[in-house]
């Protein structure tokens, strides 16, 4: 499938070495000069007056420039995949005519095909939708638009959440003494091993298969609980959610 992606930022890049394996990529921009080093493994147009006439878009902009899109895409594309945070269907529907509207929010995982998308949106491209996005990683669809943003704090915002974490655990073995190469290293490691455990176990029966009686674990959850660390994460996700739905 030819897939146009209006914008090029993060996300927008992320997204296309994700599915450049499968599909025909080309980037709609403003200005095409900033993108010269890249005209040889994309195709690059201008954003003024492009045609979307039956065309599959994904909508990789950010959100306060979706407005800029109006007067200058033209035609009815065949299917929008919109990747913008709190923008509603509704809301792009008034600015880009579409046949189908799909809703996704996938994040920079993507690029390494190892994304977790939620999407939710036109019923009738629910398999083609759910299709596309699981070459870049994990794809769930949701039933409602609700739904989707209160999973953004997760499936989307989720990776600077787990990379606070791992910023704070290696910052940890340093000011216990462990050189920075090191500390990181084991962190990274760390995550690796993690995946699995996560993929076939409760969380709270990993904790309970790793901490014992008096032991180092449970003297570390100790502190993160007087912390007020799980309530921490619980506000952050609710956050989220609550920014997006203003």
């Known amino acids: 499938m030819d897939l146009i992606i209006i914008g090029a930022g993060a996300m927008g890049m992320a997204l296309a070495k994700g599915l450049e394996n499968n599909h025909n990529i080309e980037f709609v921009v403003r200005d095409i000069s900033k993108y010269k080093e890249l005209e040889s493994r994309y195709r690059f147009s201008l954003l003024e ?20 899109l109006k007067d200058k895409l033209k035609g009815k594309a065949k299917t929008i995949y919109s990747v913008l945070a709190g923008v ?7 600015i880009i005519v579409s046949e189908y509207y799909i809703r996704a929010m996938p994040n920079i995982s993507a690029k390494f095909q190892k994304s977790t998308t939620v999407i939710t949106g036109d019923i009738q491209k629910r398999d083609e939708a759910l299709e596309l996005f699981s070459l870049i990683g994990d794809v769930f669809w949701t039933d409602s638009e609700k739904e989707i943003d209160i999973s953004t704090a997760v499936a989307g915002s989720g990776p600077a959440l787990l990379a606070l974490v791992a910023e704070a655990l290696a910052d940890g073995l340093v000011k216990e003494g462990l ?5 990181s290293n084991i962190t990274s490691s760390l995550f690796n091993g993690f995946a699995p455990l996560i993929d076939n176990m409760h969380p709270s029966l990993i904790k309970d298969s790793v901490m014992s009686p008096a032991g180092t674990t449970a003297r570390a959850y100790y502190a993160l609980e007087k912390s007020a660390v799980r309530g921490a994460f619980i506000s952050a996700v609710e956050e989220a959610y609550r920014i997006l739905r203003k």
Do not use: F, M, Q
Not at 88 to 94: E, H, L, N, R
Not at 179 to 183: D, H
């Open 49 to 68: 007056n492009y045609t979307i006439d039956n065309k599959s878009l994904i909508l990789a902009v950010k959100p306060h420039a979706l407005v800029e």
């Open 88 to 94: 509603t269907i509704d809301s792009i529907k008034d």
């Open 179 to 183: 050189k920075r190469e090191l500390a």
